[in-house]
């Protein structure tokens, strides 16, 4: 408790029950703890409601009695994410902005501004534990653990931060915040991404990139439907596509298994006996520049991997070549995304991750 006080600590409010109880844990631990909430994003009434958020950062700080305030990272947030979020549907990918938001603002632009008030450490209310040294490992609440978005931290990134809830579970959490008559205990938490919202992803995504409607067709050419713009659909779709009911055709689910933006085409697929076609299944795919956080391992090595967020781990070999890693899957998988993470994992230790470029089939 002593040394502790000797150290400030930067917590990252959201407004969430997570953030706030991560903030209370951090005091009674002795440590100097001051809260900061970040806003990220210009809230024009439809998106994220950074008013309320901040209100309720308000509320727990005050309970808590801790100081508290705002900071401005629109700029960064534009420059470094939402950009390469929009670079990413331009080329009829399907970015992940949260990974991005972990690496480059949260623990990046906040860290730098967090080092200026003289923290020693930055704390935010994320599942994930660490081991002081630079190694992240998951969250005692396997349903809550959320190392996959930060697979793209550093060493000295994950250094700087503490985790708070690591060994905690969710309805412990909240238990917690109750008990402190927290007026978060209760609130829902956010899901999706901040700057969409409560708005559906097309009228949001039209904003930015307009639409550029086209055919939808099978992988040997024949047109089956029109599409709203290839950049609304991922791989694995089923819904939403208005292909049902033709005459030429089985009566089957279709579904995306391919985008060609070159040609503005989506193309669809069919699965025999009721099933989903063969061709959303993959065998293997290359990450560029795959960031590791405690380096590499070994150049071959087997592990886990997440292509996704809540995904069990899947077992794999990894080949490390021109400066990226070559994944190849133990079992086929499905819809595997460029644009999204590959996060990798030994035993709980969450290695690294990096985009997704190319799929192999």
């Not at 632009?109 to 450490?121: E, I, P, Q, S």
């Amino acid at each position: 408790m002593r040394e502790n006080q000797k150290t400030r600590v930067v917590c990252g409010m959201s407004g969430g029950v997570d953030s706030a109880v991560a903030a209370y844990l951090l005091k009674r631990q002795g440590y100097e703890v001051i809260g900061v909430f970040m806003k990220n994003w210009q809230d024009d009434g439809k998106g994220c409601s950074a008013a309320q958020d901040y209100e309720d950062v308000q509320s727990v700080c005050a309970a808590i009695d801790i100081p508290y305030y705002t900071v401005n990272f629109e700029r960064e947030y534009y420059d470094r994410v939402f950009t390469r979020f929009l670079d990413e549907y331009r080329r009829g990918r399907t970015p992940n902005p949260d990974v991005l938001c972990n690496s480059e603002i949260k623990f990046a632009a906040f860290l730098d501004h967090a080092r200026m008030l003289g923290a020693g450490k930055i704390a935010t209310g994320h599942y994930a534990r660490t081991d002081g040294g630079g190694r992240l490992f998951k969250a005692a609440d396997a349903g809550k653990d959320q190392t996959y978005f930060l697979c793209l931290l550093n060493r000295a990134q994950v250094q700087s931060a503490l985790f708070p809830l690591g060994d905690m579970q969710k309805k412990d959490v909240r238990a917690l915040a109750a008990k402190l008559d927290l007026k978060v205990a209760q609130k829902k938490d956010s899901t999706g991404i901040c700057f969409i919202g409560e708005r559906k992803f097309r009228e949001f995504l039209s904003g930015f990139l307009p639409a550029q409607p086209g055919d939808i067709k099978t992988p040997d050419g024949k047109v089956v439907g029109r599409h709203q713009g290839v950049m609304y659909y991922t791989l694995g779709q089923r819904r939403g596509l208005g292909i049902g009911g033709r005459g030429d055709a089985q009566d089957t689910r279709w579904f995306v298994i391919d985008k060609d933006v070159s040609t503005n085409t989506l193309i669809v697929a069919q699965g025999q006996n009721g099933g989903e076609p063969d061709a959303l299944y993959s065998r293997a795919l290359f990450a560029p520049d795959f960031s590791f956080i405690n380096g590499a391992p070994a150049a071959a090595f087997e592990c886990a991997a997440k292509f996704r967020y809540r995904q069990s781990d899947q077992p794999v070999s990894v080949t490390l070549k021109n400066g990226g890693a070559y994944i190849e899957f133990k079992q086929r998988q499905r819809a595997v995304t460029p644009g999204q993470y590959a996060a990798l994992y030994l035993g709980d230790e969450c290695l690294g991750g990096g985009v997704i470029d190319t799929v192999y089939y």
